[in-house]
Structures are given as structure tokens and as C-alpha cells.
């Protein structure tokens, strides 16, 4: 073909990008174009901390772009109707694009497709955001798994696409209109957050980082939110500055030398990897998990509306240090340790009794590394809803979840400074007078609101 458009959109990079790569094979020119999307503040899905990771995304790429030869293209509207757009203006023959697992992208994808029928050109759509589809890990009726361990146990069995080469000789025609690079203004909004270094050359570093140190002792530490062991690669498979094959032969690679418990930690982090693959999956098989419970059982259940205690859980104010240094670690980072998440759910659920989408949509409007079914998987884990749930009845005490995963208070006193001079024992049981002057009192108390939860449950069960 003589000339195509790679349309960018979770894919953010040059190196191993399935789509870019195919366009950059068989055309002799490619225009690279990325549609920025015209929502305003106020957004229910998202906030300023993604939009401005994605800024920070796109500088690299045009960057990275242009060492290949080629020039990003940067339009705003609706995706469909600029490609189209774009095609009517360059005379392009094809659009070549990743797909989308979840509801939206295949919704945009269905529209393109339309569009490319009614205006005669070609589309071509490859598997990148996962490294098996959907619909390549199902059951022996052909069904989606919705539970993990035999999910888990199909996706090892299957052959893995491996890795691309890096895009390096791009053409991309002259005089061209791009927007400037975008920054927060294009969506009315303002960050005072610390966000990670954006962009594809930061993205491989953390990988090589992780890869030659701390994977060695993921296994053993990665519950501990104050050694800062796990990876920190969410926001770049979410924006695919990193394709999750690059983490995956990684780890395998990594795994050539090294020792048995090594090798067991690297196997610990892939599963992380897999549960992404099958909560990407349950989405793209079961999209109504967005609005419903994923599990029926539950359906009885009764919800409190409380929005002074929402606003606490907000703003790390409850009076629980792990929860309030997890909720502050978000506010200033965008970003939340794992092992924090799952506390501050079942903390929002099961003592506040708020419904789980509340939290599941404050999450998406600060996470850097927001993913809608990685973010609605975690909700519903948490809340005894979802595929492969925690069993209603375990409910996480925060108090024992500090003792076993916080000791010595490492990662509270990080974020909650107020208990910087307070002995961390303190942190792992219920407070009898405030712990610091300007620290409230528990809002609640957990061994009660156990209790009122499991009659809740139990109620709805029946
Ligand atoms: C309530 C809740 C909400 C969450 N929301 C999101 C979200 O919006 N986006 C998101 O990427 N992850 C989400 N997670 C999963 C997990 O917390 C983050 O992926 C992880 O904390 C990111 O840090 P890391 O890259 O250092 O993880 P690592 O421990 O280094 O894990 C490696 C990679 O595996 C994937 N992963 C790890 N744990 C999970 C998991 N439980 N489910 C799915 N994928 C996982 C991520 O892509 C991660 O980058 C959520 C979990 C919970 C409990």
C-alpha cells in the first residue's frame, strides 16, 4: 500500500506495537495520528492525573516518532469521524489500529468499521492490549472462565506472540495539520498531584529496574506497602508505553539464570499479569460488571448513602491510619499500593457499608494507572460481588492488616504525617483516646460494622 494511518490509542510506543508495526511493513507511508477526546472537568470516568500522564505519553512519542522519520498527527473530536476525516484528506487506503477489549473501544471499533464500508477503505485491527485475546482462553464448552485458577491454568497452556522489533524507518507525508502537543487545558483542568515520569523511554527503564533487582523479592515482600517492591508498570500497560509482552518475555528471560526461589517470584509476579488478562476478559464476556454485580447471589444487598463518611474515606480522614495513608498516597500520587487498594475497599464496603461504585468511580477519577476492568475486577473482589470474589465473610480487619503487612508503620508515617511521632503499635489496634492532636477517632468501629455486614449478606442471601 502506498500510504495508511496508525491509529494510536492504548499503545502508546514504538517498540512492539503489533498494529504500527504491520502498517509500518506494508505501506510506504504512514501518518501516525492520536484523536484527543473533547470531555471537559467534571468527568465521571476520569481526572487530571490519567490526562496528565497521556500529555506526557504523547511527548515522548512524537519524540520517539520523529527519530523514526515519522510526525505524530494530533486531532480532537470523535474518533470515527476525524479518521474518516483524515482519510478523505490524505487519501490514506487503510487505518491500522490495536483493539480494544473493553465496551467503549468495541463499540468506536463497530462505528469504524461501518464507516469504512460506506467510504471504502480497509481497517485492520490486531490483538496488542493483552497477549491472548478474549476469546482465546475459554473453557471446554467454549464459555469464559469466571473463575480464576482454571483461567489461569488454560492461558499458560497457550503459545504466546512474541516480541516486535522497533519501528524505525517511518515516512509520513508532508505538510500535514496537527494540533500542538496537548496539556491540561484542552480539558479545563489543573493537576497538583506527583505523578510517575510519563512516557515510553521511563516505562522500559522501570522494567529493566524491576527485572534486575526487585522481582527477586516480589514473592516475599510484595504485600508490604512501605518496601516498594512491586513493579509500578500498571500505568504503562494501561497507556501501553510497555506492551505486556515486553513484561512477560522479561520475566521469562529473567527466569533463564535464575535460582528456584527467584524463578518462584518471577512465577508470582506473571499470575499478576494474568489476573489483568482475566479481568480484561470477564469485561469484554460480561460487560454489564459495569453497572451490576458480577454475582447475582448478592443482588438483596442493602447499601447505606452516607457522605460525611464518603468525604472521610476521601480525604483520609477516618481515623484508620492504614486506610487514611492509603486514600492520602492516591490524593498526592495517583497512585495506591495493592495491598492498600483491597484494605480501603472492604474498608468503603464492609465497614461504611457504601456501595462499591463509589469507590470504583473515585478510584478511576485519580488513578494514573485507572483501568476499567482491572479497577472494576478489584471493586467487585472487594466487595464480595465480582468473579472470584473474596468470600463474603472474609472481611480484612484493618487493624491486623496493619500488624502483618505495616509493623513498623513504615508506610503510614509516609503519608499520614501527623502520626510521625506515634508508636507504630498503635496503629494496630483499635485507638482508646486520638492518636495525634489534629488525627480523628475512628469514624466507626470495625468489630460492629463486621457484624451489621455479615447480616447484611447473610439477609440478602436468603
Ligand atoms: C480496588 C482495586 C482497584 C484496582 N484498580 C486498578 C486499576 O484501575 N488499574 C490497574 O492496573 N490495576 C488496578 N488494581 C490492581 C492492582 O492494585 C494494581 O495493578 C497494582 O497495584 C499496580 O501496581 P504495580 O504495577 O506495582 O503492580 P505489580 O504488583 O508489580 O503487578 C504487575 C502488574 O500486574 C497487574 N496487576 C497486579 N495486580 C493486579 C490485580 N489485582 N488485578 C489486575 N491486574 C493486576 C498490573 O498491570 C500490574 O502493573 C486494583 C486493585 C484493587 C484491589
Same mark, same amino acid.
Given at each position: 500500500m502506498r500510504r495508511v494511518i496508525h491509529w494510536f490509542r492504548r499503545d502508546l510506543r514504538i517498540t512492539d506495537n503489533t498494529a504500527l508495526w504491520h502498517a509500518s511493513t506494508d505501506a510506504e507511508e504512514?501518518?501516525?495520528?492520536?484523536?484527543?477526546?473533547t470531555w471537559k472537568k467534571g468527568h465521571r470516568w476520569t481526572g487530571p492525573n490519567r490526562q496528565e500522564f497521556l500529555c506526557g505519553c504523547?511527548?515522548?512519542?512524537?519524540?520517539?516518532?520523529?527519530?523514526?522519520?515519522?510526525?505524530?498527527?494530533?486531532?480532537?473530536?470523535d474518533p470515527v469521524q476525524e479518521l474518516e476525516q483524515l482519510i478523505h484528506e490524505t487519501n490514506a487506503q487503510a487505518v491500522?489500529?490495536? #483493539?480494544?477489549?473493553?465496551?467503549?473501544?468495541? =463499540? $468506536?471499533?463497530?462505528?469504524?468499521?461501518?464507516? *469504512?464500508?460506506?467510504?471504502?477503505?480497509?481497517?485492520?485491527?490486531?490483538?496488542d492490549t493483552t497477549i491472548l485475546d478474549p476469546d482465546e482462553v475459554l473453557n471446554q464448552e467454549g464459555r469464559p472462565f469466571r473463575v480464576f485458577t482454571p483461567y489461569a491454568r488454560t492461558w499458560h497452556q497457550k503459545e504466546k506472540p512474541s516480541v516486535l522489533p522497533i519501528?524505525?524507518?517511518?515516512?509520513?507525508?508532508?505538510?500535514?495539520?496537527?494540533?500542538?502537543?496537548?496539556?491540561?487545558?484542552?480539558w479545563g483542568l489543573i493537576s497538583k498531584t506527583r505523578i510517575i515520569e510519563p512516557g515510553e523511554e521511563a516505562a522500559r527503564k522501570r522494567l529493566t529496574d524491576f527485572l534486575n533487582e526487585a522481582i527477586r523479592a516480589y514473592r516475599e515482600k510484595r504485600n508490604f506497602p512501605g518496601e516498594r517492591v512491586t513493579s509500578r508498570l500498571s500505568q504503562d500497560l #494501561?497507556?501501553?508505553?510497555?506492551?505486556?509482552? =515486553? $513484561?512477560?518475555?522479561?520475566?521469562?528471560?529473567? *527466569?533463564?539464570?535464575?535460582?528456584?526461589?527467584?524463578?518462584?517470584?518471577?512465577?508470582s509476579y506473571v499470575n499478576e499479569l494474568v489476573w489483568r488478562e482475566f479481568y480484561m476478559q470477564i469485561l469484554a464476556h460480561f460487560p454489564a460488571v459495569l453497572e451490576n454485580d458480577f454475582s447475582d447471589e448478592f443482588s438483596a444487598l442493602r447499601w447505606d448513602e452516607n457522605d460525611s463518611y464518603f468525604e472521610s474515606w476521601c480525604h483520609g480522614?477516618?481515623?484508620?491510619?492504614?486506610?487514611?495513608?492509603?486514600?492520602?498516597?492516591?490524593n498526592a500520587t495517583g497512585f495506591m499500593h495493592n495491598r492498600v487498594r483491597?484494605?480501603?475497599?472492604?474498608?468503603?464496603?464492609?465497614?461504611?457499608?457504601?456501595?462499591?461504585?463509589?469507590?470504583?468511580?473515585?478510584?478511576?477519577?485519580?488513578?494514573?494507572?485507572?483501568?476499567?476492568?482491572?479497577?472494576?475486577?478489584?471493586w467487585q473482589w472487594s466487595a464480595g460481588t465480582g468473579a472470584d470474589a473474596a468470600p463474603y465473610f472474609r472481611i480484612q480487619n484493618p487493624w491486623t492488616q496493619t500488624k502483618r503487612y505495616d509493623p513498623a508503620g513504615t508506610y503510614i508515617k509516609t503519608?499520614?504525617?501527623?502520626?510521625?511521632?506515634?508508636?507504630?503499635?498503635?496503629?494496630?489496634?483499635?485507638?482508646?483516646?486520638?492518636?495525634?492532636?489534629?488525627?480523628?477517632?475512628?469514624?466507626?468501629?470495625?468489630?460492629?460494622?463486621?457484624?451489621?455486614?455479615?447480616?447484611?449478606?447473610?439477609?440478602?442471601?436468603?
Open positions: 504512514v501518518i501516525p495520528a492520536y484523536i484527543l477526546s504523547l511527548e515522548s512519542l512524537s519524540r520517539n516518532l520523529k527519530a523514526a522519520g515519522g510526525r505524530l498527527i494530533l486531532r480532537t473530536g491500522y489500529f490495536n #483493539r480494544g477489549t473493553d465496551p467503549y473501544s468495541i =463499540q $468506536v471499533q463497530q462505528q469504524l468499521q461501518k464507516t *469504512s464500508e460506506k467510504h471504502h477503505f480497509q481497517i485492520f485491527g490486531y490483538k519501528v524505525r524507518a517511518l515516512q509520513t507525508p508532508a505538510a500535514l495539520y496537527s494540533l500542538p502537543l496537548p496539556t491540561l487545558e484542552h #494501561r497507556f501501553g508505553t510497555l506492551s505486556p509482552r =515486553q $513484561v512477560y518475555f522479561g520475566c521469562l528471560a529473567a *527466569s533463564k539464570e535464575a535460582s528456584v526461589t527467584v524463578c518462584q517470584s518471577i512465577n480522614l477516618t481515623g484508620y491510619p492504614i486506610v487514611d495513608a492509603g486514600m492520602r498516597e492516591l483491597m484494605i480501603v475497599a472492604m474498608f468503603l464496603t464492609k465497614d461504611l457499608h457504601l456501595h462499591w461504585r463509589k469507590g470504583e468511580q473515585y478510584f478511576m477519577q485519580k488513578l494514573v494507572d485507572g483501568e476499567i476492568a482491572s479497577n472494576n475486577g478489584g503519608w499520614v504525617p501527623e502520626l510521625r511521632g506515634v508508636e507504630p503499635i498503635k496503629f494496630t489496634q483499635p485507638p482508646t483516646e486520638r492518636l495525634a492532636r489534629d488525627y480523628p477517632m475512628p469514624i466507626v468501629d470495625h468489630a460492629t460494622e463486621r457484624l451489621e455486614a455479615l447480616n447484611r449478606f447473610n439477609r440478602a442471601r436468603r
